[in-house]
Antibody
Framework: QVQLQQSGPRLVKPSQTLSLTCAISGDTVSSNIAAWHWIRQSPSRGLECLGRTYYRSKWYSDYAASVKSRITINADTSKNQFSLQLNAVTPEDTAVYYC???????????????WGRGTFVAVSS | EIVLTQSPATLSLSPGERATLSCRASQSVNGYLAWYQQKPGQAPRLLMYDASNRAPGIPARFSGSGSGTDFTLTISSLEPEDFAVYYCQQRSNWFTFGQGTKLEIK
C-alpha cells in the first residue's frame, strides 16, 4: 500500500521560502513508472499542479509556468522522499499543498492515484 | 493553458437518483481526462482516468464518457457517500483541473 507523508512548516513569512517534504512508503522515488508532483489548492486558484520530479534513466523536473522562476522540486533517494521549495512567497501562495503520485506505465502516464493528506501553509507576517 | 469548465457548479439530487456532471475543455485533450472526488478535509480521490477507465476499487455506478473537448461523469444511482465535490483534470498539455461541481443532497 503506497502512502505519502507530508511534513514542513505551516506558517511562512512573506518573501521567505516555503519548504515541504513528502516521504514515500510502498514505492520508490526513483521508480520508472511514476512521477512525483506537488499540487496546491486555494479558494482563489482552485487545484493547481506546481511541478514534478521523475526518474527515467536520469532525473527530470518540470514546473508550471506560473511558478517556474520560484520553484525547485528535488528527490532524495537515500530517504525515499521528494521536496518542494517555493521562493519569495506572498500571501497569494497561501494554500493547502499536496504531494501526489502520477501513475505511469511503460507507455504513458495517467492520473494522480495516490495523494498525501495535505498541508495548509499560510503566508503571513 | 487548457481551461476546463465544469457544469453545473452545484447539483442537488436525492439518494438513488442519477447524476450527470459535465466538463468542457478549451481545446481537445485527446481523451486524457480524469475525474476526482473530494470530501471536506480530504485529498482528492481518483475515480476515472482517460475519460472512461475506472480506477481500482471504484464502484461500477461511476462511469465516464466523452472525447475531444466534452466529457461526462455519470453516477447511476447515488449513494449517501457520493455527495462531495467532483473535479475533472486533463494531462494533454501540462496538468490542469476544473473548478469543481458540488454534488449536494436535495
Amino acid at each position: 500500500q503506497v502512502q505519502l507523508q507530508q511534513s514542513g512548516p505551516r506558517l511562512v513569512k512573506p518573501s521567505q521560502t516555503l519548504s515541504l517534504t513528502c516521504a514515500i512508503s510502498g514505492d520508490t522515488v526513483s521508480s520508472n513508472i511514476a512521477a512525483w508532483h506537488w499540487i496546491r489548492q486555494s479558494p482563489s486558484r482552485g487545484l493547481e499542479c506546481l511541478g514534478r520530479t521523475y526518474y527515467r534513466s536520469k532525473w527530470y523536473s518540470d514546473y508550471a509556468a506560473s511558478v517556474k522562476s520560484r520553484i525547485t522540486i528535488n528527490a532524495d533517494t537515500s530517504k525515499n522522499q521528494f521536496s518542494l521549495q517555493l521562493n519569495a512567497v506572498t500571501p497569494e501562495d497561501t494554500a493547502v499543498y499536496y504531494c501526489a503520485r502520477l501513475y505511469c506505465d511503460r507507455i504513458s502516464c495517467y492520473a494522480f492515484d495516490i495523494w498525501g493528506r495535505g498541508t495548509f501553509v499560510a503566508v503571513s507576517s | 493553458e487548457i481551461v476546463l469548465t465544469q457544469s453545473p457548479a452545484t447539483l442537488s439530487l436525492s439518494p438513488g437518483e442519477r447524476a450527470t456532471l459535465s466538463c468542457r475543455a478549451s481545446q481537445s485533450v485527446n481523451g486524457y481526462l480524469a475525474w476526482y472526488q473530494q470530501k471536506p478535509g480530504q485529498a482528492p480521490r481518483l475515480l476515472m482516468y482517460d475519460a472512461s477507465n475506472r480506477a481500482p476499487g471504484i464502484p461500477a455506478r461511476f462511469s465516464g464518457s466523452g472525447s475531444g473537448t466534452d466529457f461526462t461523469l455519470t453516477i447511476s444511482s447515488l449513494e449517501p457517500e457520493d455527495f462531495a465535490v467532483y473535479y475533472c483534470q486533463q494531462r494533454s498539455n501540462w496538468f490542469t483541473f476544473g473548478q469543481g461541481t458540488k454534488l449536494e443532497i436535495k
